[in-house]
């Protein structure tokens, strides 16, 4: 660690994160310098490992295709200290122009060539990306969105200015991600929890790259309401690129593009490429670049040249976002900014100028927005080939190169070229909600569809009923999405049971039968009898009937008793007397007639009162739950004095 005194602020320059950091956030200043990792032999003057192995530095042998898999097999553990995209034993090969090709591989041996080598410079349309990260809230399209993006801003051929959302789950408004869609802005996504830690996404293994992400994607397509070919790209947060976990991840996911690495600042730009041959650029950065070989498109964010005075190119390094130039203060640095790296790829190569945006960044600049948007204006006034567009569609185009004067025509880009003024849903649902992942915290999660069972996260993405007696029982998308857990779970059995018949009405005989029966609680209709097992049971007609379920929001019918007037049972549900209206009074009872099942009050025994007269509140014995009176009553038994004076009853 190093101390970086000035103005009486200390700052520490941290070997790990290779950047300066305020002091309280560095937790390792005890540590001097990068510990130092033996590696293996590689290179040896005779072969002393058999063919396919490779020697460790503490001299065992093994297959070769065990180094640098996150596993260390070396008793040392110097199988996983030589993993750069330079090193790696099982690297993927340098460009061969031979055997990629479009459109599906790309490549140049530095990363500055065009796709179409036939084509003059002067027909390359410039491609501008704007992309923003992070939540996305109705605010931030009004305050921000709207204003840069319009149905004013046009492009050359005609159709609207559009730009690339990469979304993370947290304080997301999925009604504004759908808005946004359907205005032709492509969709992507930036993680689930968006956590801080910087170890978690570089040291991540492959099923915490598949929760985040591909746990993420399938709550856009479910609450945004997009189809499943629409989330085509990621951004990793913090441009903290997970190595080869990340990029097999997205090969088996289906993701076409990552947006994560940096180029370098050079003299000429790196154009996007894909992974089936070895990076063309260092990796630079926290990111941990991938070394295999991967079916995925890299759409680099060239670095953004700061200067403002000249001066030589390797004086000041670059900055990868927009957000991330600490230099900007004014709006016109913006516009300086701005116009010099669009000088600079227009008159170098024309690869795609990517511009990304904390949106909070904006907002907290005073005039930075309108600086923004101004300058948007500026350059469709004065440049005829440059257009705003989104990542998707610089994929399209690089896949399919087509001259400027023709792109009025390229039907990938016209397809998008709509712009939709109808709203998404007139009154979207605002849920708030929980999740067992989240103890303590009540989310909001606002959606044009219907308001899950609980708050989508890591383990539970779509935000399902988890029924743990019945284990889990993944839907078509979680059992794409997590497959193991598909493959070892038995297929759902559906629970029926026999249709409930109509229970028989209470009455008061005092049989051993019929006692039990008055004394168990009434049942609702409405729920089944207990089954010993979940798998279907025929009814007595041969057939199998499903359990009747009810809709969230909605109440059950409650039962009623056909017991005559009298107190009011434990078990039965009492319907609500509606407002205004007088309580119902209870019939007189003839004393000269008795009632079935009423003992004459001349025959009872002394101090003994009918059921019917007892005191208010009270309950006879044969509504008493079981067990809480004997069958027959004992005799009185004398009061028991305890020695405190007090009176003891029964």
């Known amino acids: ?106 490549c140049s041996s530095d990363g500055t060539r065009w796709p179409d080598a036939s084509m003059q410079l002067e027909e390359i349309p410039m491609m501008v990306t704007f992309s923003f990260n992070g939540a996305v809230t109705e605010e931030l399209i009004e305050t921000v969105y709207s204003k840069l993006f319009n149905q004013r801003r046009e492009n050359p051929t005609g159709c609207t200015a559009k730009a690339t959302f990469f979304v993370s789950h947290k304080f997301t408004d999925y009604a504004a991600v759908q808005r946004l869609h359907k205005q032709g802005h492509e969709v992507g996504v930036f993680s689930v929890t968006h956590k801080p830690d910087p170890k978690y996404w570089t040291e991540g293994r492959y099923n915490v790259w598949l929760e985040e992400m591909a746990g993420a994607r399938m709550m856009v397509e479910r609450f945004a309401n997009l189809s499943s070919t629409s989330v085509l790209g990621l951004r990793a947060p913090f441009l903290r690129a997970g190595g080869n976990e990340q990029f ?16 370098p600042l050079g003299r000429i730009p790196v ?27 890299e759409l680099p964010m060239n670095e953004l040249d700061r200067r403002e005075s000249g001066g030589e190119l390797g004086e000041l390094t670059g900055c990868h976002h927009v957000s991330s130039c600490t230099h900007l203060y004014h709006p016109d640095q913006l516009t300086q900014l701005l116009n010099q790296n ?11 100028l990517s511009l990304s945006f904390n949106p909070a960044w904006l907002i907290a600049q005073e005039g930075f927005i309108e600086a923004l948007a101004d300058w948007m204006t500026d350059v469709g ?102 497959p193991s857990a598909s493959q070892n779970t038995p297929p759902p059995t559906r629970r029926t049971t026999a249709p409930t ?38 009814t007595p007609s041969g057939t199998a009937t499903t359990l009747r379920t009810v809709a969230l929001g909605t109440r059950r019918t409650p039962a009623t008793s056909t017991r005559s007037a009298g107190p009011p049972r434990r078990s039965v549900v009492r319907r609500r007397r509606p ?8 019939p007189p009872v003839s004393s000269s007639k008795a009632s079935p099942g009423r003992v004459p009050d001349g025959d009872l025994p002394p101090g003994d009162l009918p059921p019917g007269d007892l ?16 069958a027959d009553p004992a005799p009185d038994r004398p009061l028991k004095i305890n020695p405190s004076g007090t009176v003891a009853l029964g």
């Open 1 to 106: 660690m190093r101390r970086i005194w000035s103005q009486k602020i200390a700052d520490i320059f941290c070997l790990f994160l290779r950047r300066c950091d305020w002091l309280a956030n560095v937790d390792n200043c005890d540590v001097l310098s990068l510990p130092r990792r033996v590696k293996p032999n590689l290179q040896t003057s005779e072969p002393v490992c058999p063919e396919g192995q490779l020697q460790c530095a503490s001299g065992e042998c093994i297959p070769r295709k065990l180094f640098c898999d996150r596993n260390p097999d070396c008793s040392d553990g110097s199988d996983e200290n030589i993993c750069s995209v330079t090193e790696d034993p099982n690297r993927a090969l340098p460009c061969d122009l031979r055997t990629c090709q479009l459109p599906e591989c790309f």
């Open 381 to 482: 006034k004065r440049y005829s080939d440059v257009y705003f567009v989104s990542n998707q569609q610089v994929l399209q185009w690089i896949r399919q190169p087509t001259a400027s004067r023709s792109l009025r025509d390229f039907e990938p880009w016209k397809s998008q070229c709509g712009w939709s003024r109808d709203p998404v849903c007139s009154y979207p649902n605002t849920c708030l909600l929980t999740s067992s992942e989240l103890p303590g915290e009540q989310m909001r999660l606002r959606t044009c569809g219907q308001c899950p069972a609980s708050y989508p996260w890591l383990k539970n993405p779509l935000g399902e009923r988890l029924r743990r007696p019945l284990g889990n029982r993944p839907s078509s998308e979680s059992s794409k999405l997590y």
């Open 248 to 263: 097999e991840m997205m090969a088996d996911q289906g993701f076409l593009y990552d947006a994560s690495l940096t180029a």
């Open 579 to 586: 407002t205004g209206t007088p309580r119902p009074r209870r």
């Open 615 to 630: 005191p208010p509140g009270d309950l006879p014995p044969g509504d008493l739950p079981p067990g809480d009176l004997p």
């Open 342 to 352: 669009l000088k600079r790829h227009l008159a170098t190569n024309r690869a795609p």
């Open 501 to 538: 018949t109509p229970r028989p009405p209470l009455t008061s005989t005092p049989s051993a039968s019929s006692t039990s029966t008055s004394q168990a609680p009434a049942r609702s209709s409405a729920t089944p009898p207990p089954t010993s097992s979940l798998s279907s049971s025929a």
């Open 271 to 297: 154009w996007p490429y894909t992974l089936h041959r070895r990076m063309p650029h260092r990796c630079i950065g926290t990111a941990v670049c991938p070394s295999r070989t991967f079916p995925v498109w």
